[in-house]
Structure formats: C-alpha cells, structure tokens
C-alpha cells in the first residue's frame, strides 16, 4: 500500500465514523484523535518508502489501542475517585485513620423497691447527661410484682455516667455493654455519597448541554436513580451517624415480690369467707346483669303496657256488644207478652171461645 492509499484509506474511514455515530461511548474520543494525527502525519511525508510506513501504522495501532483501554476504563477510575480520595486523606492524616467509629449498647436489669420512683428517677438519668427515654412499657397488674421496660438513648460520652446513676436505684441484676466497629461501613458510605454527589452534579451537568429528547429522557432517567440512590445513602449516613453519637440502653426495673399467700385459719373461717366472697361475687354479677338488660326493659315494659290495653279495650268492647243484644230480646219479649196482655183484656170472649175450642177437640179425641 503507498502513502497516498493509507492516507486516504485512514480519512475515508474516519470520515465515515463521524457521520454514522451520533453519541460516540467511552474511548472514541481517542482513536479519533488517533486517526486525525494519522492522516496528518501520512500527508505530511514527503518521502519514504513502504517499508518505512509499515512501523508507523504499528505504532498509530498500539497508540489506538492505548487509548481505547484508556477510555473504557474512565468511569471505572470516576467511580472508585470518592473511596481513592478518602483513602488518600487516611494515609496523610494519621489522626483520621485512628478516628473510629463505635456504635454502643447496654443491656440492664434491676430490681427495685419502688416502680413509680425509679421509673422518674430513669427519666432523669437520661435528661442529666442530654439524653430521653424513647420507649416505656409497664406491667403493673394488681397481686403481682410489676415490671416496666424502658429504653434510653444518651449520648456516647454520658453512657458510663448513666449506667452508675442506674445501678444505684436497686440490685443489679444483669448488666451486659456491647461495642460494634462500624468504620468500615462508615467510610464506605461516606465515598459512596461522594461518588454518587459527583455523579449527579455530571448528569446535571450532561442534561444542560443536551440537544435531542431521547437524551433528555435518557438523562432524567439516569438522574431520578441516581438520586434515589443519594436518599437511601443518606438515610443509612444518617442512621450509622446517630448510633455512633448516641448509646441506646435497654432497661428492665423489677419491682418488688408479690407476699406469698399464707392459708391460716379453721375451715369454718375459711368457708365463710367464701360463703362471702361468693355472695359478693353473685351480687357483683347479679346488678351486673340487671344493668345491662336495665335499657330494654324499660322499651318492653311500655311494648307489654300498649298490649295489654288493647286486649282489655277489644275484650269490653265484645262484653258491651253481649249486653247490647241480651237487653234488645228482653225487651222483644216484654212487647209480645205486653200486646197478648192487652189483646186478651180487649176480648175475653174470644178467649174463651178458644178454650172451648181446644176442649171440643180434645173431647173428640
């Protein structure tokens, strides 16, 4: 191949790269340069055979090369520039690297003689060295010892202090303290929030200079992950921050042991109180009852009332019906014995006409 093949073959090649590409990835930057410097330097030969070009193409070749390695590794080297710098701040500052982070806990139970006062006196405790009880749970049920479990958080500073102030407010029972190294964690999120604040800040940065809708789309798309991956770093900062500033305490007060229960006494006393306890106990349940159905008797009650006086007015109402009809034949039979009275009186005899009619046939027969 001569001189003036290469070098057109060169400018027509990465001629046609830029026209097809339209978003180049990581790299191309490199060997575009890589080409133009080809081209610059074949035309530029004033002389020199094929031979001679044979190891400037194997060198522009491992220039290309190079180049290319060093583009795809780009965002691998952007990516670890947040835990690389935190490292480098490590070594340069040996005052840093020995700065670690311990998150504290305790673990205590005590046995107390008064719950109200000791459950004052934990609130106290807590609020002398800046502290606060963020959680109470009590069990005060009558007849049996009660209980209260609490939790403080106090500074990392004040826990000594606390834990004396609470073992002083009875018998100490258990006590357990526990210490977790979370440096390691703590650094890691705290590059990883640097990376992901610089990556943001670059996407920010890309969607400013976009040109195109699909690059817009493309970039919030990349922005609204990235930030939710921000939060969430955030939220653990935050979290692995307060239990390295604050000590959590998780306290159980015991209170003092229910008396146990003594059975003197003769079997007289004893059924008697019984006999009692039960009289009570049934009265209790009796007014209990009466209580409860108290509201609906009084509905029944006038239901049963309304009832009653309707059957009584409709069973009058038949007896006045009955009277009605007995009087009215009374006095039918009073008229008809009143006219054969009077009819009698007006002939007597027809009367007696009849009589002896009736006499004749009776003869007669």
């Known amino acids: 191949m001569t001189r003036d093949d290469a070098r057109d073959h060169w400018c027509d090649h990465w001629r046609d790269s830029w026209r097809d590409r339209t978003r180049w990835p990581a790299g191309t930057w490199g060997r575009a340069a890589v080409g133009v410097a080809l081209c610059v330097a074949l035309s530029g030969c004033g002389t020199g055979t094929s031979a001679e070009s044979a190891p400037a193409g194997a060198a522009v070749a491992d220039m290309a090369q190079a180049q290319s390695a060093q583009g795809d590794t780009a965002d691998a080297d952007r990516a670890a520039a947040g835990n690389a710098e935190a490292e480098a701040a ?126 817009v789309i493309e970039l919030e798309k990349a922005l609204a992950s990235r930030e939710a991956e921000l939060e969430a ?51 209790a349940v009796a007014l209990t009852v009466f209580g409860i159905l108290l509201p609906w008797l009084v509905p029944l009650a006038l239901l049963a009332a309304g009832v009653a006086w309707i059957v009584r007015r409709r069973r009058a109402k038949r007896a006045d019906q009955a009277r009605s009809g007995a009087t009215a034949a009374t006095s039918t039979d009073d008229a008809t014995a009143a006219e054969a009275t009077a009819a009698e009186r007006a002939d007597p005899k027809a009367d007696d006409s009849a009589d002896d009619s009736a006499g004749d046939a009776v003869k007669t027969q």
């Not at 000590?247 to 008697?272: E, M, R, S, V």
């Open 90 to 215: 490590g070594a340069a500052d040996p005052a840093a690297a020995t700065d670690r982070k311990i998150a504290r806990t305790a673990t205590m139970t005590v046995t107390v003689e008064n719950l109200d006062a000791a459950g004052q006196a934990v609130r106290a405790a807590a609020t002398a060295v800046g502290g606060e009880v963020t959680d109470e749970r009590w069990d005060l049920r009558a007849g049996e010892a009660g209980q209260g479990a609490l939790t403080l958080s106090v500074p990392a500073a004040g826990l000594q202090a606390t834990l004396t102030r609470l073992e002083g407010l009875g018998t100490v029972t258990t006590r357990e303290a526990n210490a977790t190294d979370v440096t390691g964690t703590y650094v890691d999120t705290q590059g990883r929030l640097t990376t992901m604040r610089a990556s943001i800040a670059r996407v920010r940065a890309l969607m400013d200079d976009a040109t195109s809708v699909r690059d």
């Open 233 to 283: 770093l955030e939220r653990r900062m935050a979290a692995l921050t307060g239990s390295v500033e604050n000590a959590t305490i998780t306290l159980t007060l015991l209170g003092p042991k229910a008396p146990a229960a003594t059975g003197g006494g003769n079997g007289f006393t004893d059924g008697l109180q019984r006999g009692l306890n039960a009289l009570i106990t049934s009265a």
